[in-house]
């Protein structure tokens, strides 16, 4: 091995481990060598020659996380907040097996320029807040797309509220369910609402109603106004810029289970 590191010169073609063909494009002593990627033409440069030699250098622009996202540059940042935030951006909306427990991500995907993590990276360093989530909800109702002009950091408290598990609730409206006789999976006739006040797993029980207009109305008003005041707290506290709180004293609560199909029918 020895030998052959000594022996390295520049056009020398290598295998990389993991991406294929390199070839050596320049060498200015042991530790800054520099290297191009056949099929990518990616430059890496300030290698050294022993790594080269042994292969392990990465091409940064090869879609590694999730088929989609690429670091983009030989940054090494991979341990940091936006990494672990890009991450699971990405997981969220290209993992199957994600998707598996939480079908809403289903459709979701990430916007070109922030497939690149090094573009990502000033992004949310500019924006992120200790301990709040990147959220692509609030800004933009219905929003599919993660990207610098809709997205935002929000408090996790915010973000838990303005979720929607539309596994649990079946075809039912948002915030209703259908009741059951005891002991049986059969609906009874009663629809119960239920709102989420921040908490992971706290809630608060509204009521129960056999009319699941009313029903629906009910969950609607009471989370629009909790959003309203949670828009007027927070930003008097300076937790939430302008853009989010006025998002949230705007909320509008939106239903697109099969039941809204059916509204004002009998």
């Known amino acids: 091995m020895a030998n052959w590191i000594d022996n390295l010169s520049v056009d020398d073609l290598i295998e990389s481990n993991n991406f294929g063909e390199m070839q050596v494009v320049y060498i200015n002593g042991s530790r800054d060598v520099g290297v191009k990627f056949t099929t990518t033409g990616t430059l890496v440069s300030n290698l050294q020659k022993g790594n080269v030699v042994r292969g392990t250098v990465s091409d940064f622009m090869v879609r590694t996380v999730q088929g989609v996202g690429y670091l983009g540059s030989d940054i090494k940042a991979t341990k940091t907040e936006a990494y672990q935030s890009w991450h699971s951006m990405m997981e969220r909306?290209?993992?199957?097996?994600y998707h598996k427990t939480r079908p809403n991500s289903i459709g979701c995907s990430v916007c070109r320029e922030w497939e690149n993590?090094?573009?990502?990276?000033?992004?949310?360093d500019a924006n992120f807040t200790k301990g709040y989530h990147l959220d692509k909800d609030l800004l933009f109702q219905g929003n599919k797309v993660y990207s610098p002009n809709t997205c935002c950091f929000i408090p996790q408290l915010i973000?838990?509220?303005?979720?929607?598990?539309?596994?649990?609730?079946?075809?039912?409206?948002?915030?209703?369910?259908?009741?059951?006789?005891?002991?049986?999976?059969?609906f009874n006739g009663l629809y119960t609402v239920n709102c989420g006040v921040g908490e992971v797993g706290k809630g608060v029980y509204i009521g129960r109603y056999t009319?699941?207009?009313?029903?629906?109305e009910t969950y609607k008003e009471f989370k629009e106004f909790i959003l309203y005041n949670y828009g007027e707290t927070y930003f008097e506290r300076g937790l939430i810029g302008v853009k989010e709180g006025d998002a949230l004293i705007n909320y509008k609560v939106i239903d697109d289970s099969p039941w809204e199909a059916h509204k004002g029918k009998p």
Do not use: L, Q
Request: aromatic share 12%; with cysteine.
């Open 211 to 216: 009319c699941i207009y009313e029903a629906f």
């Open 117 to 124: 993590f090094t573009t990502f990276m000033p992004w949310h």
């Open 159 to 186: 973000n838990n509220i303005i979720g929607d598990n539309k596994s649990r609730r079946g075809d039912c409206p948002i915030g209703v369910s259908k009741r059951k006789k005891k002991g049986t999976n059969i």
């Open 93 to 97: 909306c290209y993992s199957d097996e």
